[in-house]
């Protein structure tokens, strides 16, 4: 596990989280401390033993939803992708395997549950295949037999509707694994004309030692460069002495 931890201040400079009880804010942060590589607490009773918080202090954390609670007591840092960046070659794959495969991580970078049912393993594809594979291939069946589309037309079953085709994305990365359609690679290349490539492999590497994917590949590039900035922002040292400030 990584020694350093990061805080964005977007999220603790906030109000929401501003106006917590200060023992709450102390707890989020040594939950943070304390979290594994991917955010997952899994001695968050031992932690408020060790920092004197109350029950309520982790209510609160639960209730405004900066923590994500597993039935087994695990709890996982909502924000944590916001906070940090670790390399994929410096960091240590979470031991919550079950508790990741519940979770999916938003275009923002933070963490959020999936609805019952629809757990992503680790190779991307529905850990319960019956419960959503079946209620998907009803719907689907639904409507081939009903052999019309909304304006009367009859198609035919399992032919896709006029205008409807999705826009081909192809596979970018050294794990092939990213996703990006032809105009979403020249967007890319517009925005981040000098490291578009190394973005690209980021994220790459992230995905293939996280076992997480993405519904826009892009979003999530240009979300982690807004973040990258907001770091290196927080990250600047006020000048010390006068030749400093003056030069």
Same mark, same amino acid.
């Given at each position: 596990?990584?020694q350093?931890?990061m805080?964005s201040?977007t ?10 009880p200060k023992?709450? &804010?102390?707890l ?12 997952f607490?899994?001695?968050?009773k ?6 004197g *918080? ?7 954390l639960l ?5 994500i609670p ?7 840092? @909502? ?11 410096? /960091?240590h794959?979470?031991?919550y395997? *079950?508790?990741?495969k ?10 959020? @549950?999936?609805?019952?049912?629809? &757990? ?5 594809q ?6 959503v594979?079946n ?7 639904? /409507?081939? $037999?009903?052999g @019309?589309d909304s /304006?009367?037309?009859?198609i035919e ?11 081909v ?6 794990y092939?694994?990213?996703l ?8 890319l ?8 490539q ?9 995905? &293939?030692s ?9 979003a999530?590039i240009?979300?982690w460069?807004k973040?990258d900035r907001?770091s290196n922002q927080?990250n600047?040292?006020a000048?010390?002495? $006068?030749?400093d400030w003056f030069?």
């Amino acid at each position: 596990m990584a020694q350093r931890r990061m805080f964005s201040n977007t999220i603790t400079d906030s109000d929401l989280f501003m106006d917590m009880p200060k023992s709450a &804010q102390l707890l989020y942060f040594h939950l943070n401390m304390h979290a594994d590589d991917d955010g997952f607490v899994g001695n968050t009773k031992s932690i408020m033993r060790m920092t004197g *918080s109350s029950d309520d202090d982790l209510k609160i954390l639960l209730a405004k939803q900066y923590l994500i609670p597993f039935e087994n007591g695990v709890t996982v840092i @909502k924000d944590w992708h916001i906070h940090n960046y670790i390399r994929s070659d410096r /960091k240590h794959p979470t031991k919550y395997t *079950s508790e990741l495969k519940q979770l999916e991580l938003n275009e923002d970078a933070s963490y959020s @549950k999936l609805p019952f049912g629809s &757990q992503v393993s680790t190779n991307g594809q529905p850990d319960d295949g019956h419960l959503v594979g079946n209620c998907h291939t009803e719907v689907r069946l639904g /409507k081939d $037999r009903l052999g @019309k589309d909304s /304006k009367g037309k009859y198609i035919e079953p399992g032919k896709p509707k006029p205008g409807k085709t999705k826009p081909v994305r192809h596979k970018y990365g050294q794990y092939q694994n990213v996703l990006l359609t032809d105009e979403q690679l020249e967007k890319l290349k517009s925005e981040f004309p000098s490291d578009w490539q190394d973005r690209i492999e980021r994220v790459s590497g992230y995905v &293939q030692s996280s076992g997480k994917h993405y519904k826009d590949y892009l979003a999530t590039i240009r979300n982690w460069a807004k973040r990258d900035r907001q770091s290196n922002q927080s990250n600047k040292v006020a000048p010390q002495t $006068r030749e400093d400030w003056f030069g």
